[in-house]
T-cell receptor
Framework: GAGVSQSPSNKVTEKGKDVELRCDPISGHTALYWYRQSLGQGLEFLIYFQGNSAPDKSGLPSDRFSAERTGGSVSTLTIQRTQQEDSAVYLC??????????FGPGTRLTVL | RKEVEQDPGPFNVPEGATVAFNCTYSNSASQSFFWYRQDCRKEPKLLMSVYSSGNEDGRFTAQLNRASQYISLLIRDSKLSDSATYLCVVRYSGNTPLVFGKGTRLSVIA
């Protein structure tokens, strides 16, 4: 069956611009996660959605970052006024309760 | 102190060698433990879960020592295709986000 998909696969933007990254989780998965992986760094948790509960935003690095999940399915991560330190691979994962998290292929963001 | 610490490597081993990776975690309340594999420029994929009793999947053996907060992965008879970064991962409970180590890079050489 279809896995987690993300778009775009690559995004190059100029410092100060806003970007939107999209994640389509596996159908039926109630939990959705955003992580990012910077060069030489481990994966870092950003935000987590579980069903209809309020999202856990504790990993967001600044108020320039926000995410929403519409209809319990697709999620969009928005970064406003991008900075060069935002350059990273943004990974989305989904899971059903207490089960394996499946990752999408990621969006590689480069801020010039 | 990082929540999950791993030796970054790289480990360069010949085909057929046995290689061991170690990992320590700082939060004693952690409940679930995993090894993920990440190929270059690809997403992480679950290699195996780790249980206190130890578990084996073919050439791969994982061990957990809760008292020492220590996790290990042993790969026997290394193959070229085992070359990847191995990520040590913990989870505090249920569906909470995963906490990743920075990974250990393995290169298996012919």
């Amino acid at each position: 069956g279809a896995g987690v998909s993300q778009s775009p696969s690559n995004k190059v933007t100029e410092k100060g611009k806003d970007v939107e990254l999209r994640c389509d989780p596996i159908s039926g998965h109630t939990a959705l996660y955003w992580y990012r992986q910077s060069l030489g760094q481990g994966l870092e948790f950003l935000i987590y959605f579980q069903g209809n509960s309020a999202p856990d935003k504790s990993g967001l690095p600044s108020d320039r970052f926000s995410a929403e999940r519409t209809g319990g399915s697709v999620s969009t991560l928005t970064i406003q006024r991008t900075q060069q330190e935002d350059s990273a691979v943004y990974l989305c994962a989904s899971s059903s309760w207490n089960n394996e998290q499946f990752f999408g292929p990621g969006t590689r963001l480069t801020v010039l | 102190r990082k929540e999950v610490e791993q030796d970054p490597g790289p480990f360069n081993v010949p085909e057929g060698a046995t290689v061991a990776f170690n990992c320590t975690y700082s939060n004693s309340a952690s409940q679930s433990f995993f090894w993920y594999r990440q190929d270059c420029r690809k997403e992480p994929k679950l290699l195996m879960s780790v249980y206190s009793s130890g578990n084996e999947d073919g050439r791969f053996t994982a061990q957990l020592n809760r008292a020492s907060q220590y996790i290990s992965l042993l790969i026997r008879d290394s193959k070229l295709s085992d070359s990847a970064t191995y990520l040590c991962v913990v989870r505090y409970s249920g569906n909470t986000p995963l906490v990743f180590g920075k990974g250990t890079r393995l290169s298996v050489i012919a």
